[in-house]
């Protein structure tokens, strides 16, 4: 009986180390290759170790004239914080009134907003870039974060936590004689921390992940994404796969990043309470 | 009429906006009730406003411009009713195209990763010491953004890319991974890869969902393992299955960026035999500047995910 119990774990085991290789082998093999000379990555011979041990291909990285890649890290930064701050102001704030408000014709806006939750870019890209358009935004870092600005999952999930919060103690601030601009600010938001939180990563790693939109809207090279420059690296003449590598590499690295330092917290939200990420 | 059309947002937002206010402040009623009505008009209206310009409106417009020859740059928009959708599915063979290999991809991503993310939540459902490491582990390619993955996986898959050098190493011939014929069934790979850890994460959250009386239950009736799982676990499951199955459908009909990325440069690019819906609507819209064909084939998407969410509420309330 004991027997056959180590027997079972150990096949488990084995399973999930196998698994294991498989799901992590892209990432450790763009690692490896982002530090082999050129020399190396062409060859038909399978090197699981450089040989030579090479920081060429992340100079490379951000030496390329044409392709500025600190830039690309810097616009997918700012259109990505932009955006999150953005969501987490039309968030918070109209989590809070939808939560705790009664007014007419309030379930009839929450049911709109949620049902566009599902909805993707794809389907109503065309007219929206013509508003862009309209607008003077093609080009331009703003006109990138525009369909972010707002999530409707972020106002579902604060929503959902705000009717946590009980109402004494808002009535207990308001008898203190608070306005509620004061209460969103100093009682709400600090109390809805971890929904915060929740939805600043979901936000930051949407925008961080977009790639359709900013294709459409961007044109030239001032106001591309890590996203695109990355694709803007393949189609070059000669191209440079140790380079590419660690340019993908590196823009892979900020959401893992964040999901290494805050583990727990994101798979147990995600876990209570089916966000999608 | 494209003037018209953007305008005529801004003056709807405008109205509303001032008829909402208008309302407000004429009512008659309790001065604490006005003040709480204003605090709540001055965040919703522009929040509703944000949300109608680049959501609610664009939706509406995707239908309009879907049943007219929209060319951008073109002064006259001949109206065309419903003629965009008859070529759709009469003489377009790129739409046709895309449409059969989006539900091949479906048919095959959506079971495959499904019963992958069930079999991997299964083993990992007892903690053990460090399985919480794996369920990290397998979680990381979801969380990877897509771009640099794809770029990683091409790689991967060209002639001389590492599958290629196992396979020689291992004896065998080298395979063409982004050939015509299969490049598809690549991406799919690559794409099932990305995407399972979030369905064994929802699974997992499910199977510990079950309380350890009904298996306790189950093992003093003398059930073995199958009976436990067919008749305890999958019954109890049926939400999270439901969930897991409309996720999947609708990731698998809107994949973009890992077909447009991984085809770029490669014998396939970006020819019919991976062409997915998505990838056909930003061609024919940005690249040929048909927007009203491009508008009525996202209308069809519109469509196809409005029915697998509704499915999702019916059969959803069906069993509760």
Same mark, same amino acid.
């Given at each position: ?277 | ?17 001032? $008829?909402?206010?208008? =309302? !407000? *402040? /004429?009512?008659?009623?309790?001065? +604490?009730?006005?003040?709480? &009505? ?123 890319? $590492?599958?290629?050098? =196992? !396979? *020689? /190493?291992?004896?065998?011939?080298? +395979?063409?991974?982004?050939? &015509? ?140």
């Amino acid at each position: 009986m004991v027997g056959k119990r180590v027997f079972q774990r150990t096949l488990k085991l084995l399973f999930l180390i196998c698994f294991a290789v498989v799901v992590i082998f892209p990432f450790y093999w763009a690692l490896s290759s982002s530090f082999k000379p050129e020399s190396e990555i062409l060859s038909d011979q399978f090197v699981i170790f450089p040989k030579r041990f090479t920081v060429l291909n992340y100079l490379n990285v951000f030496n390329k004239e044409q392709a500025p890649f600190g830039l690309f890290f810097l616009n997918s930064f700012i259109i990505s914080i932009g955006a999150t701050l953005f969501t987490l102001l039309t968030s918070v704030s109209s989590g809070y009134v939808f939560s705790k408000f009664n007014f007419r014709l309030k379930n009839l806006l929450f049911a709109a907003i949620l049902a566009t939750m599902m909805m993707p870019i794809q389907v109503y890209v065309i007219p929206l870039f013509m508003t862009v358009k309209n607008l003077g935004m093609i080009n331009t870092l703003p006109g990138m974060a525009l369909p972010w600005i707002i999530m409707s999952t972020g106002i579902f999930f604060l929503r959902q936590n705000i009717d946590q919060i009980p109402n004494e103690l808002l009535n207990a601030a308001r008898i203190d004689g608070c306005s509620e601009y004061r209460i969103l600010w100093q009682v709400i938001t600090p109390l809805a921390k971890s929904a915060i939180v929740a939805i600043s990563i979901i936000s930051f790693n949407v925008v961080w992940n977009s790639f359709f939109w900013p294709l459409v809207v961007a044109q030239d090279a001032s106001v591309y994404t890590v996203n695109l420059g990355l694709t803007y690296f393949q189609r070059q003449y000669t191209i440079e796969y140790g380079v590419n590598m660690a340019a993908a590499f590196l823009s892979a690295l900020p959401p893992m990043v964040i999901f290494l330092v805050l583990r727990r917290q994101i798979l147990e939200n995600i876990a209570l309470s089916g966000l999608k990420l | 009429m494209e003037k018209l059309i953007f305008f005529g947002q801004f003056a709807v937002v405008a109205v509303l906006s001032i $008829v909402t206010f208008a =309302i !407000i *402040l /004429a009512k008659p009623m309790s001065a +604490v009730r006005r003040k709480q &009505l204003l605090f709540v008009a001055s965040i919703l209206v522009p929040v509703l406003a944000i949300f109608f310009i680049v959501r609610i409106y664009p939706m509406l417009q995707t239908l309009i411009i879907s049943l007219f020859k929209y060319d951008p740059i073109r002064p006259v928009k001949p109206f065309r009713g419903l003629g965009n959708y008859v070529q759709l599915f009469t003489r377009d063979e790129q739409f046709q195209q895309s449409m059969r290999n989006t539900l091949l991809f479906a048919g095959i991503t959506v079971p495959v990763n499904m019963l992958i993310g069930l079999c991997l939540a299964l083993v990992l459902q007892r903690r053990f010491r460090g399985s919480s490491f794996f369920e990290s582990l397998f979680f990381i390619p979801y969380i990877a953004p897509i771009v640099p993955m794809a770029i990683v996986w091409q790689w991967m898959y060209a002639a001389d890319g $590492v599958f290629n050098q =196992i !396979i *020689l /190493a291992l004896g065998a011939g080298k +395979v063409a991974w982004m050939s &015509l014929h299969t490049a598809l069934y690549s991406i799919m790979i690559m794409f099932i890869w990305q995407m399972n850890g979030y369905l064994m994460l929802i699974f997992l959250v499910g199977l510990r969902g079950i309380p350890d009386m009904y298996y306790e239950v189950a093992s003093i009736d003398g059930a073995n393992w199958w009976v436990q799982f067919t008749r305890v676990t999958l019954p109890l499951l049926r939400p999270i299955t439901l969930y897991g199955l409309i996720v999947a459908t609708l990731w698998a009909f809107m994949v973009f960026s890992q077909v447009f990325v991984m085809t770029q440069g490669s014998d396939v690019a970006p020819g019919a035999a991976v062409q997915v819906l998505v990838l056909d609507i930003y061609q024919k819209g940005f690249t040929y500047r048909k927007m009203g064909l491009a508008s009525a084939e996202a209308v069809m998407l519109l469509l196809i995910i409005l029915v697998i969410t509704l499915a999702q509420l019916r059969l959803g309330k069906a069993k509760e």
